[in-house]
Structures are given as structure tokens and as C-alpha cells.
């Protein structure tokens, strides 16, 4: 078996990093300057034409898109480690989650990060679109908050890939000036997932 693990730090590839950490399984880490342009080089663009980090490369197969990367580890390697449901309902919540966590949640924050950070060319910004970002972002957290009653981690009282790779996002959604700190259920959650050993072993 060869696992490859293309990555940043402080990236959309920390989640798939930290599941990575969690299985314990053996991989090999390669670090991509993405501020260097090492993503948009020819070898790298074979592994990924998208110029983008994570890819995984699983005995010889290259595999992007994070929420992907994670539903295949949870698949692959994460039943028999208790960090994956197995195929039924439970599996298809945790797909909802990592999912729900890219494209929906994703889409707001983007919006904020597009519209309202430094990193943004100031020409392409608008504050009001960004606002809105943080209005909606912060609703569709409120829904995992209440999803979140009565139970200690998403799909209930066992910690899953689903759980870690929200609780990924949620450093992300800190740094764009999201205030979630209101949603008590959702705060513990958070810290419960990221006061995890792999946690710290994933930048
Ligand atoms: N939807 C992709 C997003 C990947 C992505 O945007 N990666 C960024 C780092 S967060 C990247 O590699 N950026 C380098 C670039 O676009 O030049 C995923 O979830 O894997």
C-alpha cells in the first residue's frame, strides 16, 4: 500500500491531514509552496490539474477535492477505526456533513473571505456582499448548533470524520471574523473535536 499526502499548512488541506492523523495509517507528506507556485508546476499539475492542494495518491491513483478525500479515507480505512460509519443511513450523514460543510457553509464563507479580507484584491471587494456572507454563515451554523442537542458529536455519541472535518473549517471560519461564540452547543462541540491529539499533529 503507498499513501501520499500532497498538502499546505493552514489549508482546505488540514481536515484530510488531520483524518490522516486520526487513522494512523502510513503516508508520505509532501509540502506544496502554494505561495511559491509549486501547485501550478507540470508534476504537480499531472497529480492535480486544478493547481490545487489536497491531493491524495492511493497506490498509484490520484484523488482531489477534499470532501472527496474524505469520504474515500472514511470508506477505505475509517470503518474498522471506528471513525466511519459503515454503509447505511448513518454513512449517508456523515457524506451530508462533509459535504454540506464545502459547498454550503463553504459558499458563505467564501463570500466573507472574498469580499472582506486583506488577501482580496481591493478592486474585487464588496463589503455589503461580504456582510451578508457573515449573516448566512452564521445561520447555517446555528442549524449545526441544534443539530448538535442531546448528542455529543454529529451522527451522535461516537467522534467521526464528520465531526473533524467541520470542526477543521470552523479555525477558518474564526479567522474570516465569524463570531460564533453565541452558539454554546457548537463552541463545546468545537472544542471537544480540536482537543484531540491528532488535531495538533495536523496544521
Ligand atoms: N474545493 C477544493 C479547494 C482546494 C483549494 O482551494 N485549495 C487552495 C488552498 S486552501 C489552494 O491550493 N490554492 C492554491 C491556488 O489556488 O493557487 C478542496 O476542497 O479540495
Known sequence: MSLTFYYAPQSSASPVHWTLEELGIPYEKVAIDIRAGENKKPDFLKINPNG?????????????????IQIYLGE???VEKGLFPAPGPRRGEAMMWIIW????????????GRNLSEWAPADERNAKAGERGKTDALELLAIVDTALT????????????????????????GMMGIDYSGLARLSAWAKRCTSRPACAKAP
Do not use: C
Not at 101 to 112: I, Y
Not at 150 to 173: K, N, P, T
Open 52 to 68: 490545487k492542494v489536497p491531493v491524495i495518491v492511493h497506490n498509484g491513483v490520484p484523488i482531489f477535492e477534499s470532501a472527496a
Open 76 to 78: 477505505t480505512f475509517g
Open 101 to 112: 460543510t464545502n459547498v454550503t457553509l463553504g459558499d458563505a464563507v467564501m463570500r466573507v
Open 150 to 173: 442531546g448528542r455529543d458529536y454529529l451522527l451522535g455519541d461516537q467522534f467521526s470524520i464528520a465531526d473533524l472535518h467541520l470542526a477543521s473549517w470552523l479555525e477558518y471560519v
